[in-house]
């Protein structure tokens, strides 16, 4: 399998769409998730820590009305008990070596789960066996590769949980359209980059857009080494609406990610609390979703975000793609 050929952050987020259809599950392991939904299914778990986890929050967050079985994610070394032997796991982790995946994995395998993994290699692809294994090019950084993990890991589930097949290509072309549509709905990722200059940007979202609100967050984080935060709704409205009057204080800035597909109560509570921050003395960003499903809809929105992170990084002159202080962390630990 080749290696992508990326070196900047703004290559790989270019790329977004067309990762969507680099490489598909192979029939193998297709088969094999036939069979394990066949026998029963109890539960899926998604493990994976950063970059490599976010794909599984969005699927989590698409899926999980839907699906007749419970979904969890996991960042963390540990499963929880209830993953029993009538469980399916998959791990993600784009290395491969990723200790907290690992480590689950081995859980996994101990507790005799259906286990499935997402990876280039490492010691995840080492102990993986061909019809469980779905391996994927190397050559991006873990953040940027969300669209490839997503084209394996978004039908597997669908395969386990029994829903419709998914088409990449014309997904891929959805999440094209709907981030043209975002973008020419009235600002470029540029121009809220340069509304959120010496801010700290608060990402608001709502079901399926609340895990996009948190890869938003983390975009900031390691893209532009900025501080940002993330809330969802409606569990805002419970807590932290109460300290609202100090964001214009505090230079904090809340991005509220508008779906499309909110219903009335949702629609007007969004409306709602944006009034209320208004009125607390500080002007919210609005982005609007655009796409015909929950998943293209995450997609572009997510591909639209990463974009902003990317922008602020060039505005503060920083290196979108070194991650010193990660990697400092991976030496400390290996000590």
Not at 47 to 68: D, F, H, Q, T, W
Not at 146 to 172: I, Q
Not at 220 to 246: M, Q, S, T
Request: glycine share 8%; aromatic share 6%; with cysteine.
């Amino acid at each position: 399998m080749s290696t992508i050929q990326a070196k900047t952050m703004r290559e790989m987020i270019a790329m977004f769409p067309d990762l969507m259809t680099r490489v598909a599950p192979r029939t193998e392991v297709i088969e094999r998730a036939q069979r394990v939904r066949d026998a029963g299914i109890g539960g899926v778990c998604l493990v994976g820590m950063g970059g490599s986890a976010i794909g599984g929050e969005i699927c989590r967050a698409v899926l999980a009305p839907s699906a007749k079985v419970p979904i969890l994610t996991v960042k963390d070394y540990m499963l929880p008990e209830c993953v029993g032997a009538n469980w399916v796991v998959v791990a993600v982790s784009y290395s491969g070596n990723t200790e907290e995946t690992v480590s689950a994995y081995e859980q996994a395998q101990s507790r005799g789960c259906r286990s499935f993994v997402v990876t280039t290699g490492g010691r995840l692809g080492d102990m993986a066996d061909a019809a469980t294994l779905m391996r994927i090019p190397a050559g991006l950084q873990p953040r940027a590769a969300l669209p490839l993990m997503m084209s394996v890991l978004y039908p597997l589930l669908l395969e386990l949980l029994g829903l419709e097949p998914f088409d990449a290509a014309a997904t891929a072309d959805l999440v094209k359209s709907a981030f043209e549509e975002i973008v020419g709905s009235g600002r470029s990722p540029r121009v809220v980059a340069e509304l959120l200059t010496d801010r700290i940007p608060l990402f608001v979202g709502w079901r399926h857009l609340s895990p996009v609100a948190y890869r938003a967050k983390c975009q900031v984080n390691e893209n532009a080494k900025a501080l940002a935060l993330f809330a969802e709704l409606p569990e805002l409205d419970h807590n932290e609406i109460e300290a609202c009057g100090l964001y214009n204080h505090r230079r904090v800035v809340p991005v509220v990610l508008r779906s499309a597909m909110e219903d009335g109560r949702a629609k007007k509570r969004a409306e709602a609390t944006l009034r209320v921050i208004e009125d607390a003395g500080t002007v919210p960003i609005e982005i609007w979703g655009a796409g015909p499903s929950p998943v293209v809809e995450a997609l572009a929105v997510t591909f639209f975000c990463d974009y902003v992170s990317l922008e602020l990084a060039e505005m503060r002159n920083v290196d979108s793609v070194a991650v010193h202080r990660i990697s400092q962390v991976k030496r400390l630990m290996a000590d």
